[in-house]
Each structure stands twice: as structure tokens, then as C-alpha cells.
């Protein structure tokens, strides 16, 4: 057998989250395997360097104004990259995040917990994966092909201290993709896979601080644990995401649909005994 290569030269694949540290690795990856990465996002000046990362690489990477939770926006994004690149052959959903007013910690038990919040969490990890799956989704139903990658986490298998809402919404998410998976192929196409990747724990500007501490750098009580916790002993580097998104995207992967991928240095298979 040959080495194994990915070519998404002629490829178009629409993201959302793109510009958070974990998306942007994902697209410039993409851009440099020869797809056309169109990025959803409601601040485009956040989106520029990977432009001109892309570009210094001859990848090409274009920005569309879109909220993942407004369907209108998302309509006019998918008519923009329809003209001018004729389909979308992949769609992944990395818009997610956390809000501290859902999450417990010594000051702030579940009961005081914040119903707005609980909602603003549940519409941008859930919702913001359905509306996009309804929209890009639509055209891979009418051509009968096309992949959606969803980002689920660790925190919808284990449920982890303090989220809360958080991981119910990545719970969902995974059983969402289950469903979709099914649906997609049973009513359109078997040709159209829908799949997750789970990650760990990873170092981001959202939980950073969380895990490290922001003066010393070492860990905080909180990192020890998953640490401890995680048999490759560390957390993991947003470039180990790409191996798995490049495989569950092309067609190397065209019998695998309806799964949630765990990435995450051996966490998921630690009973801690």
C-alpha cells in the first residue's frame, strides 16, 4: 500500500468556530491539504491572519458573516460560498463555548445557577450545530453526498465538576449526530456521513487559566486531576485534532458514520482504579 495522503484540492468545507484556537488549526490544515475553507463568523477581523496564513501556504481560506444561531445570516452565507464555489462538500461545527453564570464553583452552588445562561449554552453548543446541520445540510440532501463533522467533548461521556450545562449540551450533541447520521442516510443518501470528534483537554483561551496557573504556569488543582487522569500524562496540542478530521472527511473513512471519536490521550478508557 501507498502512504496514506489527503488531497481536498476542488473541496469546499464550511466551519464554524474557526477562529477559536482549536478551529483555526483545523482549517489552516484543511486549507493546506487543498481545500477551500469557507469560515463562518461574526467578527471577521478575527479571521484575517488565518487569511493570510492560508495565503503565505497557497491555501485558501474565505470569511462569511454568519451567527450560528441566526438562520437568515446562515442562509446568505451558504448563497455567498454556493455562487462562487458551486457546493459544500463538508460542513464542520466548532462553534461551542462555556458561560462562567452556568457553572458551580464555591461561590455559586446549582441552585443559583443563572436560567439565561443555561440557555446561551445550550444555543450555541446545540442549537448552533442544528441550524448550521439544517441549512449545509440541505444541499448535501439534494446532491446526495456530503459529510458533517460535528465537535462534541469529554464532557458529555464523563460528566465533569462544574459545567454543567456545558456537558448536557455536548451530550446532546452527541446523540443529535447519532440521529442525523441515520436520518441523512435513510432518507437521502448513504453517501452523506455525519460523524463527532470528542476532544479532551486541550489548552485553550477559555479554560487556560482553569488549568494553569496564570502567574507560575503550573498546574492548578483542577489540571492535576486531569493530568492524573489522562494516561498520556499532558494535554494535548490542537494539531493532534487534524489527523482525525482529515480521515473522518474524506473518503478513506466512506464506511464510518453515526460515531463520536474520543481524542483524547487515553482519558475515556481511565476508570481510575
Request: glycine fraction near 8%; include cysteine; aromatic fraction near 8%.
Amino acid at each position: 500500500m501507498g502512504k496514506l495522503t489527503y488531497d481536498y484540492s476542488g473541496k469546499t468545507v464550511v466551519m464554524t468556530g474557526g477562529t477559536g484556537v482549536l478551529g483555526s488549526t483545523i482549517s489552516l490544515s484543511l486549507a493546506e491539504h487543498g481545500a477551500h475553507v469557507a469560515l463562518l463568523a461574526r467578527h471577521l477581523e478575527k479571521a484575517k491572519p488565518l487569511v493570510e496564513k492560508a495565503q503565505a501556504m497557497s491555501g485558501s481560506i474565505s470569511v462569511h458573516s454568519a451567527d450560528v444561531l441566526d438562520k437568515h445570516a446562515l442562509h446568505k452565507a451558504a448563497e455567498e460560498i454556493l455562487k462562487t464555489h458551486g457546493k459544500v462538500d463538508a460542513l464542520i461545527n466548532a462553534a461551542g463555548g462555556n458561560h462562567p453564570k452556568a457553572t458551580t464553583n464555591p461561590e455559586q452552588s446549582f441552585f443559583q445557577l443563572s436560567e439565561d445562561a443555561f440557555r446561551q449554552v445550550f444555543d450555541v453548543n446545540f442549537l448552533g450545530t442544528i441550524l448550521p446541520c439544517q441549512v449545509f445540510g440541505k444541499y448535501m440532501a439534494e446532491r446526495k453526498e456530503g459529510v458533517i463533522l460535528n465537535v462534541s467533548s469529554m464532557a458529555a461521556y464523563r460528566p465533569l465538576t462544574r459545567v454543567v450545562a456545558y456537558a448536557a449540551a455536548k451530550a446532546a450533541v452527541n446523540n443529535f449526530t447519532y440521529w442525523l447520521a441515520v436520518y441523512m442516510a435513510q432518507e437521502y443518501s448513504p453517501n452523506i456521513r455525519v460523524n463527532a470528534i470528542a476532544p479532551g483537554f486541550f489548552l485553550t483561551e477559555q479554560n487556560r487559566f482553569l488549568l494553569t496557573d496564570k502567574e507560575s504556569g503550573a498546574l492548578t488543582a483542577r489540571g492535576k486531576k486531569i493530568i492524573e487522569h489522562t494516561p498520556a500524562s499532558r494535554f494535548g496540542e490542537a494539531k493532534e485534532l487534524t489527523g482525525a478530521v482529515l480521515w473522518l472527511l474524506s473518503p478513506e473513512s466512506s464506511f464510518v458514520s453515526g460515531v463520536v471519536v474520543p481524542i483524547d490521550g487515553g482519558f475515556s478508557a481511565n476508570s481510575g482504579v
